[in-house]
């Protein structure tokens, strides 16, 4: 076993109890059909706890710290049902895809906002990530108030926001395949830099 591996399951061993219990407390994951299918170490990623419903997957990651950071982060991803919980890329309609995602420009889509609107507001937070940064308590460590947030989008959007990665929406995926390709288009020809992120083609 090397460092990193060593590392990560003393994170799943040590910090994942108290963490899903903190998890479950904020997130009405039994309201959602959400059950717990993994919990523990990947190949690819950092140690994770992932849920799964009938409509799609959340990741829960927990980088190992940096010496620099203050405290412990995590990050929050989400994946269609076909997205594996070793592979950050998988082969989908002949082409090599990323198939776990952010969310910021799935609420910018679900909001109606044009992708002109979006490219062109650098830094522009969704309206209801925007509103909970408003109004967040600052006691809250990062991984609480992180967790807090994605509650609200739940809330907000409901079974929208959930059946926007089901499997059996292709209709709706390939909307959104488009409204970022167009995205991701205006921000390159604004910039002498290449936006970085996975090209529109390569999501899944």
């Known amino acids: 076993m090397n460092i990193d ?7 799943a061993i040590k910090e994942f109890p108290k963490f899903t219990e903190m998890l479950e407390s904020i997130l009405n994951l039994k309201r959602w059909g959400f059950q717990k299918t993994l919990s523990g170490t990947s190949t690819r990623f950092p140690p994770s706890i992932i849920y799964d419903s009938q409509w799609c997957r959340v990741r829960f990651l927990w980088p190992v710290p940096d010496i620099r950071d ?6 929050i991803l989400y994946g269609r049902l ?11 309609n002949g082409e090599q895809c990323f198939c776990w995602h952010d969310i910021d ?3 910018h889509f679900l909001d109606g906002r044009s992708p002109e609107d979006v490219a062109y507001k650098d830094y522009d937070l969704p309206g209801v990530m925007k509103k909970f940064y408003d109004s967040k ?3 809250w460590s990062q991984r609480e ?3 807090r947030m994605h509650e609200k989008v739940w809330e907000h959007y409901g079974i929208r926001f959930f059946e926007f990665f089901d ?8 909307r959104y395949i488009r409204f970022v390709k167009e995205f991701r288009r205006l921000k390159e020809s604004g910039s002498k830099t290449q936006y970085g ?6 999501i899944c």
């Open 105 to 107: 420009l799935v609420l």
């Open 70 to 75: 203050r405290e412990a982060s995590i990050h």
């Open 5 to 11: 591996e060593q590392k990560h399951r003393e994170i």
């Open 82 to 92: 076909h997205a594996p919980n070793d592979a950050e890329m998988i082969l989908w």
């Open 145 to 147: 108030w992180l967790v």
């Open 137 to 139: 308590d600052r006691r």
């Open 197 to 202: 992120g996975p090209w529109p083609s390569n």
């Open 167 to 174: 499997l059996h929406r292709p209709d709706l995926w390939s």
